[in-house]
């Protein structure tokens, strides 16, 4: 990018017109809206699989029902290509289409909102730099009354604050950065918080962890067991830079964020994003360090008995793991979430750590699905949750079931597609 | 007609250990590189996984990673006098396919040649003089010296994470390493692995023995390890499945596990696997190759052009595909012309199994966990008064306990029944082998041609090995084996048995996938089909990689060698062939 810039800087100084100087400030407008759309991740909604990028009809289930992302590439007919900046500056903050349309708040509008109108206007410069692609999106299905995108305005009433982000005074401008990222753009708590019967972010609860795509994305707070209260801002970046780092690896669908945003973002943008949160507060009382819990002693030999067939090899009897290469399980956040659902998906469909330019090894756990029963997962997660000084609730039966059923669903799914 | 496909600048026939090495070198250089595999794509997960891999009936005993004879295979002959028969079910040697070649099964082995191993002729003249050469015997230098190749070793080990420990470091000899091995420019990037018991026994054996035993260089991580490219490996789990299995926790050094997390996420490579190469191309004036002919997995004809085509499968592929292509003038054993199919060699392995009192919990092992003495390799013990050239190391490896291959039982026990059980259980813990692992020179009448007769899947003939031990082995061969058996007796076994090779080589028996040569490397191409840079002498922009540009095989496991070699082409094609596209050396 840096040597891009480099180029058309000369070539403007050879032509030495106006009309070049003008090009140069469109093309660097374009380049921040292109980075602005990997902060956004827009890439992975508005892709389906083994489809044109940004192109739009990936899927995105929804607890109410199925919808189907926009093609965002400038297709006059199918995509955004008949839109004006004020028409896409609209959509991005207001959630309304041209035409009047209510955009359904999977789009992450109450977020993007936040941005300002310079950065909307930037990600539109680049969009318009796409090959268009001609691509009709399928309609949502809703049930009604929900198909009815009128109520969209009641929803926006209760649940929705138009505006800018505006800096907080009294924070370092780099906490205001990364509070401008995180809440806007970046969206984290789309995913990492609880939701209303709405599926409206519960404010009061911002980034206390929350489900998205059968995962459940872990609490961003200080909580020093489920929380980042043991990570430092430095193991903040390293995670989102590389993704992982000596405490946790990526993997479900933050394994696709890191790789296709994060990864690509300035080191100075995410130690912003780290600043701002390692200072969000833990949530409620923090844990104490070695709750003891009322657990089954015969489940917890089971468990046992299981991590140690099962997970020695790479994670080590002492669940320290392997600095830079398997995460360890004791201390692990992910393990100790209240909900244990990601945990759950790692070990009946396995996890991949994404590939970054820093640490390219796709290092993976293979899927034990196949051979270990619900309560035999449940065992082991158990006991995982309650071994090398973690303390979590037990996991029951019918979570495991839950899951198991939502991951082979999604293979279900995926083996239809990849026919 | 085959469907024309749009060109590339450098076309990998092959996609194991030397394609992906230098996948990684040319595309890093900014060429656009495509590599042809005729197997399939795998990767630690999903196709390594525990405890799916660790089967030993499905991948050592039905072979489901080997090369399969219904679609490719070798004829043999133990000499001109006999008609060579289809190997049906592969023996000797175990060729790999798929992605990652036999770089995936292997047990990460990793040595490095002797520098007088890559001017074996010119040292063996200068130490014992011409004469000492015996008759018939063709051994050559490599045109390529120890010193030339250092830097290339080093990048290789740093590149698996070898775990090891130096012998000689910069010419200084050190207590713990080989000392008999070349100098080095600086350690091993991990220590060695931890030990086996068995490893112990042998140490101290050795020592007592007089030997100067070590901890053999093991492309098998002792700890974590983020290679030059930053590629990541967690440590061995000692687990016992290196061997003919791929490795389920990214601890063996293999393709999948060292380069190609970063080769594949190049945009300007790209990689068609099902896809076999039966034919490279020349054009009119047979000096310049203009790509490939292959066959996809639908039976459908492609060709391929390329600017730059590098041979780089298996040793015996890259011959077979030369021999195919018409590409050089075949070895004629009646008038000794011709350097296509010539010096074809392998190994010579012996072994002596111990009984011992010790309980050596053999399963629990590595590929490449051994303690090896290389006291009698090479040229480092005077040859004179034995009147042979070459050598072997002497090891004890703890590869691992497997049930149906893997154990040792004493000489005479019934090969089944309660007899059998019983001694089974009396030594499955207490067993281990010595493996006497020799070189194997090159001589007039062992090479490789077409066979008359036998075709292939694709309707081309089969290649043809016509190859017999020698005396100069054969006494070798004794000589070492019964150093092996001063070491073995210095373990106070309860018994002990030597297994020396006896009668002719047979392709039956599974020895060692170490078959080198038949377009070997050279300073003259009257006796080379390559030059020291690896590139075809007559059309240089052909350049053939592994181990049959070997003129003669070492003592030694090869693929050490072959990465250095590949490394030293890479070097050269960077460098000077791309700015001035044409032969390296002058013929």
Redesign the interface.
Same mark, same amino acid.
Do not use: I
């Given at each position: 990018m840096r040597a891009g810039l480099t180029v058309l800087a000369g070539a403007a100084v050879l032509t030495g017109t106006a009309a070049g100087l003008a090009q140069e400030a469109g093309f660097s407008d374009i380049e921040r809206g292109r980075y602005l759309a990997r902060v956004g991740d827009c890439v992975a909604c508005h892709t389906a699989e083994g489809g044109e990028p940004f192109a739009g009809n990936r899927p995105i289930p929804t607890p109410f029902g199925t919808l189907y992302s926009a093609n965002i590439t400038p297709d006059r007919e199918t995509g955004i290509g008949g839109w004006s900046d004020a028409e896409f500056e609209r959509a991005m903050t207001q959630g309304m289409a041209p035409g009047g349309k209510r955009l359904y708040p999977a789009f992450p509008y109450p977020f993007f909102t936040k941005a300002t109108r310079d950065d909307i206007r930037a990600i539109k410069a680049w969009l318009d730099t796409l090959e268009p692609v001609r691509q009709e999106v399928d309609p949502p299905e809703l049930p009604w009354p929900l198909s009815w995108r009128a109520l969209l305005a009641g929803w926006n009433a209760l649940f929705f604050e138009e505006g800018v982000f505006t800096p907080v005074p009294g924070k370092s401008a780099e906490w205001n950065r990364g509070a401008y990222l995180v809440e806007g753009l970046g969206h984290c708590a789309a995913c990492h918080s609880p939701k209303n019967l709405a599926g409206a972010v519960e404010l009061d609860e911002a980034f206390e962890g929350g489900f998205g795509e059968g995962w459940f994305a872990p609490d961003l707070t200080g909580d020093l067991r489920e929380g980042l209260g043991e990570w430092s801002v430095e193991d903040i970046v390293e995670y989102l830079k590389t993704g992982s780092n000596r405490f946790s690896s990526a993997g479900g669908p933050m394994a696709e964020v890191v790789e296709r945003s994060t990864q690509h973002l300035t080191r100075e943008d995410l130690r912003a994003m780290a600043v701002y949160l390692e200072d969000l507060p833990a949530a409620e009382e923090v844990a104490e360090p070695g709750d003891v819990r009322d657990l089954d002693e015969l489940l917890m030999a089971e468990g046992e008995a299981l991590f140690v067939d099962n997970c020695t090899?790479?994670h080590l009897m002492s669940g320290e793991g392997?600095?830079?290469?398997?995460p360890a399980l004791a201390g692990s956040s992910v393990l100790q979430q209240e909900e244990p659902h990601s945990a759950i998906q790692i070990v009946l469909g396995?996890a991949?750590k994404p590939?970054t330019? &820093?640490?390219?090894?796709?290092? &993976?756990?293979? !899927?034990l699905g196949w051979k270990l029963d619900d309560d035999e997962v449940a065992a082991l997660l158990t006991y995982l949750r309650n071994a090398f000084g973690n303390s979590a609730s037990p996991v029951e039966h019918s979570t495991v079931t839950d899951v198991r059923s939502i991951i082979e669903e999604r293979e279900g799914t995926a083996a239809l597609a990849s026919e | 007609m085959p469907t024309k496909l749009p060109p590339v600048d450098v076309l990998l026939v092959g996609f194991g250990w030397t394609a992906a090495i230098l996948g990684e070198e040319l595309a890093q250089a900014g060429l656009e590189v495509l590599a042809l595999e005729r197997g399939q794509f795998r990767d630690?997960?999903?196709d390594f &996984?525990?405890p799916q891999i660790q089967d030993e009936l499905r991948y050592a005993v039905r072979h489901e990673m080997f090369q399969e004879p219904a679609r490719q295979t070798i004829t043999f002959r133990n000499n001109h006098a006999q008609t060579a028969l289809p190997m049906r079910r592969l023996g000797s040697f175990n060729p790999g396919t798929g992605v990652g070649g036999a770089g995936v099964h292997w047990n990460g082995q990793h040595w490095r040649f002797l520098p007088n191993d890559f001017r074996q002729r010119s040292h063996v003249e200068e130490r014992y003089g011409a004469d000492f050469i015996p008759e018939g015997m063709t051994i050559q230098d490599w045109g390529v010296t120890y010193e030339e190749l250092e830097p290339h070793f080093d990048r290789f080990e740093y590149l698996c994470g070898t775990s090891g420990v130096a012998g000689n470091l910069n010419g200084e000899i050190t207590a713990q390493g080989n000392p008999f091995e070349g100098p080095r420019s600086r350690d091993y990037p991990n220590p060695p692995l931890e030990r086996s018991l068995g490893t112990l026994l042998f140490d101290k054996a050795a020592r007592e023995a007089g030997f100067h035993p070590f901890p053999a260089p093991a492309s098998n991580t002792s700890r974590?390890y983020?290679n030059p490219?930053?590629?990541?490996?967690?440590?061995c789990?000692y687990?016992g499945y290196c061997e003919w299995f791929g490795c !389920?926790?990214?601890s063996k050094s293999t393709p999948q596990?060292t380069i190609l997390?970063?080769l594949l996420?190049r945009s300007n490579f790209s990689l068609r696997t099902n896809c076999n190469v039966t034919r490279i191309k020349l054009d009119r004036s047979g000096k310049r190759a203009t790509g490939a002919i292959y066959v996809d997995s639908s039976g459908e004809e492609h060709e391929q052009p390329a600017d730059l085509v590098i041979l780089s499968a298996y040793a015996t592929h890259n011959v077979h595909l030369l021999l195919l292509s018409g590409i050089g003038e075949v070895y004629d054993p009646k008038t000794r012309s011709g350097t296509l199919g010539r010096n074809y060699a392998y190994q010579m392995v012996s072994g002596v199994d111990v009984f011992v009192e010790e309980n050596l919990n053999p399963f629990m092992g590595a590929g490449a966990l051994g303690q090896a003495i290389d006291d009698f390799n090479g040229d480092n013990f005077d040859h004179g008064p034995h009147g042979f050239i070459g050598g072997a190391y002497v090891a004890l490896w703890t590869t691992g306990g497997r049930p149906i291959l893997q154990h040792q039982l004493p000489q005479g026990t019934p090969e089944w029944g309660s007899a059998w059980k019983q001694a089974m259980a009396e030594n499955y813990l207490r067993s281990a082998s010595l493996s006497v692992h020799g070189s194997v020179m090159s001589y007039n009448d062992a090479h490789l041609d077409l066979d008359p007769t036998y075709r292939d899947a694709y309707g081309d003939p089969l290649m043809r090995l016509t190859f017999d031990f020698h005396d100069n082995e054969r006494r070798m061969s004794r000589f070492v084996t019964a150093r092996a058996e001063e070491i073995a007796r210095a373990m106070r076994p309860r018994s002990y048995t030597v297994n020396q090779r006896q009668g002719p080589y047979s392709i039956v028996p599974y020895q060692t996938t170490h078959n080198t040569g038949g377009a070997v490397m050279g300073d003259d191409p009257s006796t080379s089909v390559v030059n020291r840079y690896l590139q075809h002498w007559d059309v240089p922009n052909l350049f053939v990689m592994g181990a049959c540009v070997f003129p003669q095989n070492a003592g030694y496991n090869p693929t050490g060698t072959v990465g250095a070699l590949t490394y030293w082409a890479a070097e050269a094609i960077k460098t000077r062939y791309l700015k001035n596209p044409g032969p390296l050396v002058d013929a």
């Open positions: 090899g790479c392997q600095e830079g290469v398997f396995g991949e590939s330019e &820093a640490k390219p090894t796709p290092l &993976a756990m293979p !899927a | 630690t997960v999903p &996984a525990m974590p983020r490219l930053g590629v990541q490996m967690g440590k789990t687990c !389920a926790n990214y596990t997390p970063v996420n």
